[in-house]
């Protein structure tokens, strides 16, 4: 090739050259004519000139300068060949190799994880089983099993624990770890899916932990001994609302959502309502709260919308609202099905609450400290109880992270987390980022499945896919009880090793007489699964295969904790002791009845609320095998969240209970009169509010005088709205919170805010009564309240004359005077008073030269009697004394006879009148 570029260089440049020198030959030379050729014929008139003893010289030195540097070109091949020969490529002679290269791991190869091999930076803070090393030809070796301890920066990089039912993979490689967890002084989160089946393996190391003094913490939400948790505590912003609403409705993790529009409705009014809750309730806010308000009617919600005091959460649910009453009540539909869990009162209670009465999980990673979260299958059933898991979950990751914060960046004491049968947890919000990023903390994870098949159902199978292979960098693999697929995937992921297979062959004729034929065999390298899905039933219980990064498969037996002596596939009964089993022996000394009778104990004690048990000693740190490095770390003593007494119950008066109390607050002047109070609970934050708080607010009422009539026929309690003075009890901001609380309904006008059916059908009678008498009486003591300087008797009228003699003014003339339990007032005050002309006629007293009104103020009852008594009274009742009618009158009522007659047109029929003789 650089030969053939090297020539066309010189042809391309002697194709110029020649053809202006032959051009030149011809113009100045003679040689063209003498030969006979044409000027075109360049090649012609150049070998005529070469050969030419005059022309040839010139030619010679033209053809050197037009060519001169050109031929170096033919160098270019000397130079290009050898470095063709040395950077192209060429066949070259490979190595053959087997075609399977897995192979059982042997036991040089795991000095890492042997006895002895811990450091203080990097100690060991699980068990691994025990070593079935592998030998050649595929067997293993039995009569040295030595222990495999995982160290803790390999301990963080997540486990998955892949095996069958009844495979052992709890018993035999969760509990004995959490176990261990205790003696070494780590902090352990178990998810327990089974709570409270005593089987499962979890429920035995709460007895554990606690009869080592470890602090212990259940978090059980359908059971009233468990600690309790404030769900929304960690909520400080808006941002960290959406957070919240993220983990009651997750979105999917690195994939495009389907609705996503309409779900993200759906998260940014779930973070709405909670941000305006915090905002308002403080820790009193609840996720109930937020279910209430979610279900409210439209009327409701929106005014407590609009006295919202965040503009940010406030605008959004406008414009939902705005939007369309239909969208919006499907985005509310939305977060009532996504909350439903938190109608029962039980989980309301356990996730709810104030400083004093929560645990403190922060502390719990401060100090070794064992949580265990159960979920009762029953309440589980339907999946509403994940919602409980995601917001646990991140709650204790949120807890972790800023305890890792103030620890320098990383947690001092290891927290391992397991989630042991992950397809019943549920989908768990951002799994992957969580696992990958809070290694980093000094936090692990541990999962544990039965089958793949569930967990791409729940997860999705490219997230699970990604979650299994990406930051998972071990998995133990229990080939017990596998079948199916999973069993084939497996073997897939254990490897492939060489086998030889030899084929054997030949032929024969069918002449009986002949003798021909031919026999063949032949061999060759096939692979084969190193452990094959025939083999999978031989295995033990607790035999597992595991499979880390750099390290071929590797074969171990493990046991469970309370089992003296190792036993297993190959091996000898009683030859191997249990490493661990002394540790597990000394324990359950401090056990009476056994771990499962000593777990029932204590958590019927209420022992289980963040406090460490408090007659336990201090253990100390433990090397659970010679040269296995303790983690240390003190226990702390009785934290925030210790057990308490319960809170009594505040009393709340029964309907028609009768309760004296004293209105003479009002009027400070008059006599001990009797009214009935209602006693109440405190006040509820709960968006429908206890009706206790109807009545409270009623009694305000009465007590400042507040016009409150009863409408017929039910005796409906209605009370007029003060919209000047927001001060006054009866203001629109107080009538405004009964409304949004159920409590009371408004009319068109908002001027009267009249009971609600729920609290007008609960009514007390004994408050219902003194609204009776209250109603009657009210007109008299209000007036009495506003003009007591104007009235002669009462302290304030002293005291008003007194302030005018000292300035030297002339004080009110006196209207009225109280005497003897009475108030004595003139008629027009009554009219004044009761705003009425001549309707009620008091019985009166001769004082001078005046008749003036008797009204009684002793007490509410009283007063009432006589109003009724003057409303319904004749006039010549009160004067004693019969009047005779005037002119005037006597002539309207001639009047009014005369139009019946023409009206109705029957005979005039006076009954003072004789009757008219008969005509004959």
């Not at 909670?274 to 919600?301: C, F, K, N, Q, S």
Request: hydrophobic share 40%.
């Amino acid at each position: 090739m650089s030969t053939g570029i090297a020539l066309s260089m010189l042809f391309m440049q002697i194709s110029d050259v020649g053809p202006q020198a032959a051009t030149l030959i011809a113009q100045h030379t003679g040689l063209a004519r003498a030969h006979d050729l044409k000027p075109d014929a360049w090649a012609s008139i150049l070998l005529a000139c070469s050969n030419d003893v005059k022309c040839s010289p010139w030619l010679h030195q033209y053809l050197a300068a037009g060519m001169a540097g050109y031929w170096f070109a033919l160098l270019l091949p000397l130079i290009v060949t050898p470095l063709a020969a040395k950077f192209f490529p060429k066949p070259r002679k490979v190595a053959m190799k087997d075609p399977g290269m897995a192979r059982w791991e042997i036991k040089a190869r795991m000095t890492r994880f042997l006895t002895g091999n811990a450091s203080d930076e990097d100690p060991f803070v699980a068990f691994m089983g025990y070593l079935k090393a592998g030998k050649d030809g595929g067997s293993f070796e039995t009569k040295d099993l030595p222990p495999l301890w995982i160290p803790r920066e390999m301990w963080c990089q997540n486990t998955l624990v892949w095996g069958g039912i009844g495979s052992g993979k709890t018993t035999a490689f969760f509990q004995p770890n959490i176990f261990l967890a205790a003696h070494l002084g780590l902090s352990c989160v178990v998810f327990d899916v089974k709570w409270p089946q005593k089987d499962s393996g979890f429920f035995e190391t709460i007895g554990y932990w606690h009869a080592l003094g470890r602090r212990v913490v259940l978090l059980t939400p359908f059971e009233a001994f468990g600690a309790r948790v404030n769900m929304l505590r960690d909520v400080h912003s808006f941002s960290d609302a959406l957070e919240k609403a993220d983990e009651v409705y997750p979105p999917p993790e690195f994939q495009v959502e389907r609705g996503q529009h309409y779900n993200d409705k759906k998260r940014f009014g779930i973070a709405a309502f909670i941000w305006l809750l915090r905002t308002e309730l403080g820790d009193d806010a609840t996720m109930r709260h937020v279910l209430d308000y979610a279900m409210m009617p439209e009327d409701r919600l929106m005014s407590w919308i609009e006295q919202a005091r965040d503009e940010q959460a406030k605008s959004i649910l406008l414009g939902y609202h705005d939007a369309g009453q239909t969208a919006f009540s499907e985005t509310r539909n939305g977060i009532i099905s996504a909350l439903k869990i938190f109608f029962n009162a039980s989980v309301v209670h356990a996730t709810s609450g104030n400083r004093e009465d929560t645990v403190d999980l922060e502390e719990c990673f401060r100090q070794p400290t064992l949580i265990v979260v159960g979920i009762n299958g029953e309440n589980n059933l339907d999946g509403s109880g994940e919602v409980l898991f995601r917001l646990y979950k991140r709650l204790i990751d949120r807890a972790a992270m800023r305890v890792a914060r103030e620890q320098g960046g990383k947690l001092w004491r290891h927290l391992a987390i397991f989630l042991d049968e992950k397809a019943n947890i549920g989908r768990l919000n951002y799994m992957i980022r969580s696992m990958s990023l809070l290694r980093s903390f000094n936090i692990s994870h541990h999962l544990g499945i039965q089958n793949e098949a569930q967990n791409e159902l729940v997860d999705g199978e490219l997230y699970w896919k990604a979650m299994s292979t990406n930051v998972i960098a071990r998995t133990i693999m229990f080939p017990r009880g596998i079948t199916g697929e999973d069993a084939i995937k497996i073997s897939d992921t254990i490897g492939k090793t060489t086998a030889s297979a030899v084929t054997v062959g030949g032929s024969r004729g069918l002449s009986p007489l002949g003798m021909e034929g031919s026999n063949q065999a032949s061999a060759s390298l096939t692979p084969l699964h190193l452990l094959s899905t025939e083999e999978f039933p031989d295995f033990s219980l607790g035999e597992a295969v595991v499979k880390m990064n750099g390290q071929h498969p590797i074969r171990v037996q493990l046991v469970p904790m309370n089992m003296p002596y190792v036993q297993g596939t190959g091996l000898k009964p009683k030859q191997h002791p249990n490493v661990l089993y002394q540790l597990y022996h000394e324990t359950l000394q401090q056990c009476p009845g056994g771990l499962i009778k000593y777990t029932n104990q204590i958590i019927r004690d209420g022992l289980l609320v963040g406090s460490p048990k408090k007659v336990a000693a201090t253990p100390k740190p433990v090397a659970v095998h010679p040269g296995m490095a303790a983690v240390s770390g003190p226990v702390a003593g009785v934290a925030a969240g210790a057990p308490r007494p319960s809170d009594p119950a505040v009393p709340v008066a029964a309907p028609g209970a009768t309760i004296s109390a004293q209105p003479g607050a009002a009027v400070p002047h008059t006599p001990p009169v009797t009214a009935p109070k209602v006693v109440v609970a405190p006040v509820s934050s709960n968006a429908n509010l206890s009706v206790d708080d109807a009545y409270r607010w009623v009694q305000a009422c009465m007590d400042a005088f507040v016009e409150i009539t009863l409408l017929q026929p039910d005796q409906t309690v209605s009370v007029r709205v003060d919209k000047l003075d927001p001060a006054a009890v009866n203001s629109e901001a107080a009538v405004s919170r009964l409304f949004i609380g159920g409590l009371v309904e408004l009319n068109r006008t908002r001027m009267d805010a009249h009971l609600s059916s729920r609290a007008q059908k609960a009514l007390p009678s004994a408050l219902l009564d003194a609204l009776v008498e209250y109603v009657d009486a009210r007109p008299t003591y209000a007036w009495l309240q506003v003009n007591a300087a104007a009235v002669d008797g009462t302290p304030e009228r002293e005291q008003h004359v007194q302030q005018c003699e000292a300035q030297a003014s002339e004080p009110l003339k006196a209207v009225a005077q109280l005497e003897g339990g009475f108030l004595l007032c003139p008629r027009m005050v009554t009219r004044e008073m009761f705003r009425a002309s001549g309707t009620l006629r008091f019985a009166q007293r001769r004082v001078g030269t005046r008749d003036l009104d008797l009204i009684p103020v002793s007490s509410w009852a009283d007063t009432a009697q006589a109003v009724r008594a003057a409303r319904a009274t004749p006039e010549e009742i009160v004067s004693g004394q019969s009047k005779p009618d005037g002119r005037r009158s006597r002539k309207k009522n001639t009047e009014a006879l005369i139009n019946a007659v023409l009206v109705t047109q029957e005979p005039l029929l006076l009954p003072q009148s004789p009757a008219a003789p008969e005509s004959p």
